[in-house]
């Protein structure tokens, strides 16, 4: 009887050994390549949370398309940061020839907790700020680690306000295109996001996250599920996201700096217009500043006047957002700022 009590102990040590746990040092930097499948809300599930589950995502199939992200340390170098004394960590976005974007967004990474600190882009002279800011995550992240978080701020009169919670609600195994991944931690956020001028509410959006972290890798994959519910209740496209080491996306990838074909930049009415010349139009996707995906839709959803077509951020809170479109010959990606007044 001891001798299997003795087993027993043995095995939920091993079994508590297993459960992964993230720290500062995991939110590393380097390039990485992120790749997006979207599909309608439905198509396929986030998966259920728990203890030693495996996420197959390895045959998703959808509308495929894709961005580059730079994530690097504050210096001196990066005049951006001057703006935010208290950051240390900043994301960019590159072409394919490795020139950074015009937008930068800072971070700061301490030993407690990773914190959005704001948006800025010397070009445009335009500044985000938080008026509270934004908690991606607390250290260390656990299995079941569960807390709240509000982040606010304001531009042009526009106010953006957003309630989280943020639950790790599994570990295991995740499966993407990409490959097989071990030892994976899912943090699942659930936001509610009100966006308001002059003390109306002009939109509300519900959008869940889940995204699988992993030791000296940071992210490796995430789903989202976003559903406008004011003021025209709509359920938007899902999206599963992954990242590569890999030097291609999944699609030919074109990136230009030039306004000729997105504009105008900055949109102040939330009105984005697109000429695509002669090429067919295929699909328009839009992703915030971080990389993730908050929507998709193909041709036949985006609407077209005198040949131009036209995506709608009215609805959006103001800041940057990387805009691609995906033709019959190319993929394009443009940073565009939203100025809403």
Do not use: H
């Amino acid at each position: 009887m001891k001798t299997k009590y003795l087993l027993i102990i043995i095995a939920f040590f091993f079994k508590v050994k297993a459960q992964p746990t993230i720290t500062s040092a995991d939110i590393i930097n380097g390039t990485f390549q992120f790749t997006e499948i979207s599909f309608n809300q439905g198509v396929y599930t986030p998966g259920n949370g728990g203890a030693n589950v495996t996420w197959d995502f390895s045959n998703v199939q959808g509308t495929v398309g894709g961005v580059k992200l730079l994530y690097g340390n504050c210096s001196s170098s990066v005049p951006e940061c001057a703006s935010f004394p208290t950051a240390n960590r900043y994301v960019v976005s590159l072409d394919n020839s490795g020139n950074q974007s015009d937008d930068k967004n800072l971070f700061r990474v301490t030993s407690t907790q990773f914190e959005a600190i704001g948006a800025r882009n010397i070009a445009n002279n335009f500044t985000l700020t938080y008026t509270d800011t934004p908690i991606e995550l607390k250290f260390p992240t656990t299995y079941l680690q569960s807390f709240t978080d509000t982040s606010s701020y304001t531009v042009n009169g526009v106010t953006t306000n957003t309630n989280d919670v943020i639950t790790v609600d599994g570990y295991g195994t995740v499966k993407t295109p990409a490959g097989t991944y071990t030892n994976v931690l899912r943090v699942k956020k659930a936001s509610t996001v009100n966006i308001s001028m002059g003390g109306s509410t002009v939109s509300t959006t519900q959008i869940t996250t889940y995204t699988w972290y992993k030791n000296n890798r940071e992210q490796i994959a995430g789903f989202s599920v976003s559903n406008m519910t004011f003021p025209m209740p709509q359920a938007l496209p899902s999206t599963f996201q992954y990242t590569t080491n890999a030097t291609n996306l999944a699609v030919k990838e074109t990136f230009v700096e030039k306004p000729a074909v997105l504009y105008p930049n900055p949109t102040k009415d939330g009105k984005v217009w697109i000429d695509i010349k002669n090429n067919s139009m295929k699909s328009i996707s839009v992703y915030d500043i971080s990389g993730k995906n908050i929507l998709t839709l193909p041709a036949s959803q985006t609407k077209q006047t005198e040949g131009k077509y036209m995506v709608d951020l009215q609805s959006y809170p103001d800041g940057s957002y990387i805009i691609k479109v995906e033709t019959d010959q190319n993929t394009v990606s443009k940073t565009i700022q939203l100025m809403q007044k």
